[in-house]
Structures are given as C-alpha cells and as structure tokens.
C-alpha cells in the first residue's frame, strides 16, 4: 500500500505546479482523499479535498480560486493543480486518503510521504 507524491519544485511567486499523488496496492476509488500542507514550525492543515465519486471538493480559503483538486480513479492517481502561487504557499505538501469527505486532518488515515514546494524569487 502506497501513496507516491510528486511535482514539487522550486517556482517563482504567480507560478504554477501540478502535484501528482499515484496510489499502488489499493484501489483509490475507494476513498476520499485529500491534499494537505505542513509549513517549517506550523501545524500540518488541510488544502483540499475531494469525495470518492468527485462530487464534492472543498478548499481551504487561503487557496480558493488558485488550487484545483481533480482525481483519475481510473488512474488511480489523484492531482493538485497550484495557479497563482505564493510565498505563504512554501509548505511540505501530503496526499492522503480516508473513509470519509472531510477536511480535518485527524479524519485521513493513509499518508503519502509528502513533496516539498518553494514559492520564492
């Protein structure tokens, strides 16, 4: 069981990534899942997520209208599209998968190993 994050970088602010979170050894249509962010000397929080058949998402609001949460069951593969990105963006960022719809962090039980993002000129 494995959860493979990638697409991480070094970006300028106003720049974009596409962050990739590929599952193995489980089917992640069987799940909700979500993206979440952890800054030097701050708790990990939640960026965003989405249900099993995609039908709902949800975002923090420190990333609305610039991050796009999408999945590929079919993939197996879950994505975070980063538009506009910031300085305060700079965090490790985490995939994870849970039972559940939810944005709380305590809810996913399943953790990829994360991939850094530098938002800096």
């Known amino acids: 069981v494995l959860l493979q994050a990638s697409g991480g970088g070094l970006v300028q602010p106003g720049g974009s990534l596409r962050l990739s979170c590929a599952a193995s050894?489980?089917?992640?249509?069987?799940?909700?899942i979500g993206w979440f962010r952890q800054a030097p000397g701050k708790e990990r929080e939640g960026v965003s997520c989405?249900?099993?058949?995609?039908?709902?998402?949800d975002y923090a609001d420190s990333v609305k209208g610039r991050f796009t949460i999408s999945r590929d069951n079919a993939k197996n593969t879950m994505y975070l599209q980063m538009n506009n990105l910031k300085r305060e963006d700079t965090a490790v960022y985490y995939c994870?998968?849970?039972?559940?719809?939810?944005?709380?962090?305590?809810?996913?039980?399943?953790w990829g190993q994360g991939t850094l993002v530098t938002v800096s000129s």
């Open positions: 050894g489980f089917g992640l249509n069987y799940y909700a």
């Open positions: 989405i249900s099993r058949s995609a039908g709902n998402t």
């Open positions: 994870a998968r849970g039972p559940r719809f939810s944005s709380s962090v305590e809810d996913y039980n399943y």
